[in-house]
């Protein structure tokens, strides 16, 4: 959404009026062709106004027309919408400008004022409270704020209960005007607010017209107030007992709800911070009004005034807490100062009625003025920093009644005053647009009431200055006075007539007492009856005094005793005005202005009315034409180039879809392309400025129908960019997580390299200590040597005892270990085959130990002096053929023999025993390995002994050679004789056999033992 702050923002909104233009009328009269026709405005206004769009601009203007009904356009939801958009996006609402406002507020950071006319019961209080309650959803909020907020908005309904009536215009009419500053600080948010209250039609509180009623607050207190209340404040439920209630004949009216206004107003009071004395008081206050209405004078023998109704007159003095006596003296008697003395004169009772009533009014009046500035208190913003205001003029329409009086002529002065401030404002600020932008202008003529204003105001001849020298003056003035003296001095001005001057048409609609003036407006003719008397508003100096007396904190506060007395006499009310008015000018011009006309449909609040009389009236006197005439005076059209541009850019192709040049640049080649003729526009210095609505409508609606096609392909680009954006968000999380994970890795991994490091060293310590005694470094070290050799020796174990020489090799600190686990573990394998052996078999094994008797006694007695040990039959293998020999194998204390019967075949001397080879098959094979230097010894013996355990257990035991026994694999060599080698070859088959291999080899073939069968 591109922003359009622009100041002048007139044509802001005007876009979108382009294309809804043929629906429901135009939503900018800027744009309507007929400008200069007030039917063609009046046409447009009707036509949306049936169509309950009540809402139009001119330019940022907002003509606003009272539907008389609810419309569903002021939801939450509504002013989302309108928040933070362009003005010109969407249809002309009230929440549009009052966003435009906030938002130039913001960007600037200047002051604003949204001025809200209209006659009486068009919608303006209406208007600003919309206003308000869009602040109210729109900025920022805090709990501070919050409470900022709250106080705001609930200021509007005390006041209204306080300061509105029900009036033939208006069921809601506030009878004073009411300027309210509400405060921003920098971020927006509303941290503050100020009201500045006008003239309250003081009057209505003693006097009502027919048809009218007193201010809401008298009937919702006595509808409403709780009984407890009205007991304490001596009311009764029933406003026809009170003649200030019911003057008007119409205390009861079915659109005001007093009971649930007067519930709303309670909450409101303690939102506001009143506290309950202050509410105590307010109320007091009321009801001594009320009562005071019903005081009742009779007139004495004397004609004088005096009370007969005593029961009043003790309520006022209690609720005012004013002793009855004083009070009753200073209502009926008057208080002459006469040199040192003090006298009292009494009343007529006319003249007590009089003072009654002014005693009423000038108590309410000033009540009044103490509300307000108690809202005040409650909503002013302490902290000093700099804000920004928007001010919100919610004041009394122009007004004209059957009868019209001063109020009425203070009233449409004052929309005399802000009409001017309206001209200069707009007139101002068009000049100065077209002179910065260096575009000739002729300006327009509209008229301008500043002689209306003058014939008012001008010192010493205008109607206020004659209204103030004739209450001043001493003598007898009177209102009649008055009128003469007018006719006198102003007879002959254009804008006023009085029955004496006028001509004798206009005399016939002129009383005697009237004066006609001709407002910007319309003509109005007042009664000038009552005229001196309201502009003095005397209150007799006692009642002063009395109220002084006053114990009620806010009567007190109301006529404290330090005000000036009334030897200085005290200015007129209209002097009071006419100032206050001054003051508020100064405090508009100091800001920018906003403007909401609104508008009333018809006379009898009806939905649905449209009275083309009575809008036609509004229309013209509110300027309404004059202002379109001067915003198309020169051009209907202006628009900054960047934002002409970018909006229009997309119709020409040397401008779509970016221009690289200025802006100026890009906008003259633009229109160029759409052939725009050189008298319907002018290039400013910042803007263009188109002169026919039917250009830019030829323009927008070009826009229009590319708007679709490009809306298309925006579509699909948008589309494309929104999947790209997924993917790239999925890839960057992807790397993301990737990373993460690749972080986490490599922690981990160099925790474990630090910690590999740390290990490492310390196993090189360990080994390079690994000799030196125990101690820190080296204990691990070698509790893992330990750890590993045991390991690896429980994995390396020798199967049998024949592989006992296959014992894992120690490390150094082992050995000892080593050595007693050797021992252990063959002990352990030897018990194992020993417990493995059965008792048969040990039978057999026994018997195979051959005794002595076994021997042949011939072999017997040649060796036994040598002590024969063991005795065992073998089978020899021939050294020539293999072929194998029954023999005996004795192993004495010295020797083998190998003997056949009784002869001895072979001595081996242990000592020339080289060793014995055994195949590590079940063959029972054994060959003796023989040391033979010479050369006729015999050779090495090839036997097979079936028990050969015990035979080679015997021979290492007896020759002490247990390292000589060797088991061998495949294949044995031997020698036959020296110098002459056989071989052995042992191998598993399927059967036992031994037999001479044709390589000549003795071939040894056993059966492979199952294992564990051993
Ligand atoms: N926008 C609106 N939507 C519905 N009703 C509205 C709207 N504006 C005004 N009205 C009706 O019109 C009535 C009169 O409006 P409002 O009190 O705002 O008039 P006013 O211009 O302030 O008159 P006065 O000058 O007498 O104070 C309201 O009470 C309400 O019923
Ligand atoms: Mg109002």
Redesign the pocket.
């Known amino acids: 959404k591109q922003d359009t702050k622009e100041k002048d923002g007139t044509y802001g909104n005007m876009e979108a009026s382009l294309t809804a233009r043929d629906r429901v009328g135009i939503q900018d009269f800027v744009l309507l062709d007929a400008y200069t026709s007030e039917s063609a405005f009046l046409d447009n206004l009707r036509k949306r106004f049936h169509e309950n769009l009540?809402y139009t601009y001119i330019g940022t203007l907002l003509v606003?027309v009272?539907?008389?009904?609810?419309?569903d356009i002021y939801s939450k939801k509504q002013m989302d919408t309108y928040m933070g958009v362009n003005f010109f996006e969407l249809p002309p609402h009230i929440y549009a400008l009052a966003d435009n406002v906030f938002r130039t507020m913001q960007s600037e950071f200047n002051n604003h004022f949204i001025l809200i006319s209209?006659?009486?019961?068009?919608?303006?209080?209406?208007?600003s409270k919309?206003i308000l309650q869009f602040y109210a959803v729109s900025c920022p909020s805090t709990k501070l704020l919050n409470n900022v907020r709250d106080r705001l908005l609930l200021s509007n309904p005390v006041l209204e209960a306080f300061g509105?009536a029900k009036?033939l215009?208006?069921?809601?009419?506030?009878r004073f005007g009411k300027y309210m500053d509400i405060q921003f600080d920098h971020q927006g948010g509303a941290v503050g607010g100020h009201i500045l209250s006008y003239l309250l039609e003081k009057s209505r509180v003693v006097h009502q017209n027919h048809g009218e009623r007193n201010f809401h607050i008298f009937y919702q207190l006595v509808e409403g107030g709780e009984e407890d209340l009205l007991r304490w404040l001596g009311l009764e439920r029933n406003c026809q007992h009170y003649s200030y209630l019911v003057q008007g004949g119409c205390a009861k009216v079915s659109?005001i709800n007093d009971k649930s206004d007067w519930r709303m107003v309670q909450k409101a009071l303690s939102v506001i911070e009143f506290n309950e004395s202050d509410i105590e008081h307010l109320f007091g206050i009321i009801a001594s009004v009320l009562h005071l209405g019903n005081i009742k004078f009779v007139a004495d023998v004397r004609g004088y005034a005096s009370l007969n109704n005593n029961q009043e007159m003790h309520w006022v003095s209690k609720l005012l807490g004013i002793p009855a006596q004083v009070l009753q003296q200073g209502l009926t008697h008057r208080k002459i100062e006469a040199k040192a003395e003090e006298v009292f004169s009494p009343f007529s009772v006319d003249h007590a009625v009089y003072a009654r009533d002014a005693l009423a009014k000038a108590i309410y009046g000033r009540t009044f003025n103490w509300l307000v500035n108690k809202i005040n208190e409650s909503l002013a913003n302490k902290d000093s920093s700099r804000k920004t205001v928007i001010g919100l003029l919610?004041i009394?329409?122009f007004e004209v009644f059957n009868v019209n009086s001063f109020e009425q002529f203070c009233i449409n002065y004052c929309n005399e005053k802000l009409q001017q401030l309206f001209i200069q404002l707009t007139l101002k600020s068009e000049q100065e647009e077209y002179e910065m932008e260096g575009i000739e202008w002729e300006p327009v003529p509209y008229f301008n009431n500043k002689i209306i204003c003058d014939l008012v105001e001008e010192k010493h001849r205008g109607i206020i200055s004659l209204l103030d020298e004739e209450c001043l003056r001493p003598g007898e003035a009177t209102d009649l006075t008055l009128l003469e003296k007018m006719e006198e001095t102003i007879g002959g001005h254009p804008h006023f007539v009085t029955h004496k001057l006028a001509d004798q048409k206009t005399r016939k609609t002129l009383e005697r007492g009237d004066f006609r003036l001709l407002h910007y407006a319309g003509e109005v003719t007042y009664c000038v009856v009552g005229f001196l008397d309201k502009n003095n508003d005397l209150l007799y100096r006692n009642g002063k005094e009395v109220m002084r007396q006053s114990k009620n904190a806010i009567i007190k506060h109301c006529f404290p005793s330090t005000e000036p007395d009334s030897k200085r006499r005290p200015e007129t009310v209209v002097t009071q005005f006419k100032s206050s008015l001054v003051g508020l000018t100064e405090i508009l011009m100091s800001k920018e202005p906003w403007y909401v006309r609104?508008i009333k449909p018809n006379e009898a609040?009806q939905p649905g009315r449209f009275d083309d009389v009575l809008v036609r009236h509004q229309v013209k006197y509110l300027g309404l034409m004059e202002h379109l005439r001067v915003r198309r005076a020169g051009f209907a059209y202006r628009r900054k180039y960047d934002i002409f541009l970018q909006r229009y850019k997309p119709l020409c192709p040397d401008t779509w879809p970016n221009w690289k040049g200025t802006a100026a640049e890009g906008v003259r080649c633009l229109i160029k392309h759409l052939g725009y003729k050189p008298d319907e526009y002018k290039m400013g210095r910042s803007k263009i400025f188109i002169r026919h609505p039917r250009t830019l409508f030829a323009t927008e609606d070009a826009f229009q129908v590319c708007k679709h096609k490009l809306a298309t392909r925006i579509q699909a680009k948008y589309k494309g960019y929104r999947v790209k954006g997924d993917y790239q968000k999925q890839r960057d999380a992807a790397t993301k997580i990737e990373n993460c994970w690749r972080g986490i890795m490599a922690r981990k991994e160099r925790e474990k390299r630090a910690w590999a490091v740390k290990v490492i060293k310390k196993f090189i310590k360990g080994f390079i200590t690994r000799n030196q005694p125990a101690c820190n470094d080296n204990s691990e070290y070698l509790a893992y040597v330990r750890q590993n050799y045991l390991t690896r020796l429980r994995e390396n174990l020798p199967k049998t005892v024949l592989e006992k020489d296959s014992w894992l090799t120690p490390p150094p600190i082992m050995k000892e270990a080593s050595q007693l686990l050797k021992k252990l573990y063959i002990r352990h394998m030897v018990g194992k085959y020993v417990q493995g052996i059965t008792p048969q078999r040990k039978a057999q094994v026994q018997s195979t130990f051959l005794s002595a008797e076994d021997i042949n006694i011939k072999v017997l007695q040649m060796i036994q002096h040598e002590h024969i040990k063991y005795s065992v039959p073998v089978v020899k293998y021939d050294r020539n053929g293999f072929r194998p020999r029954l023999r005996q194998l004795i192993f004495t204390q010295e020797a083998a023999y190998l003997v056949e019967e009784a002869k001895i075949k072979q001595r081996i001397d242990y000592i020339s025993l080289k060793g014995v080879s055994v195949s590590n098959l079940s063959d029972n094979f054994l060959i003796l390995h023989v040391t033979c230097d010479d050369i006729k010894q015999k050779g090495d013996l090839v036997l097979q002994c079936d028990y050969l355990f015990e035979a080679l257990t015997k021979l290492s035991v007896i020759a002490n050679k247990q390292n000589y026994i060797k088991v061998v694999q495949g294949s044995v060599r031997f020698d036959i004789q020296p110098g002459r080698e056989g071989f052995v070859d042992f191998k598993s088959g399927q059967e036992s056999m031994v037999y001479r291999a044709k390589n000549g080899h003795l071939m040894v073939v056993s059966v492979k033992i199952i294992k564990g069968s051993c």
Do not use: F, M, R, V
Not at 66 to 71: D, F
Not at 118 to 127: F, L, V
Not at 169 to 174: C, H, I, L, V
């Open positions: 009540i606003s009272n539907p008389y009904k609810e419309l209209g006659e009486s019961g068009a919608g303006k209080t209406e208007a919309k509105n009036t215009k208006n069921d809601n009419s506030s659109s919610d009394y329409g609104c609040k």
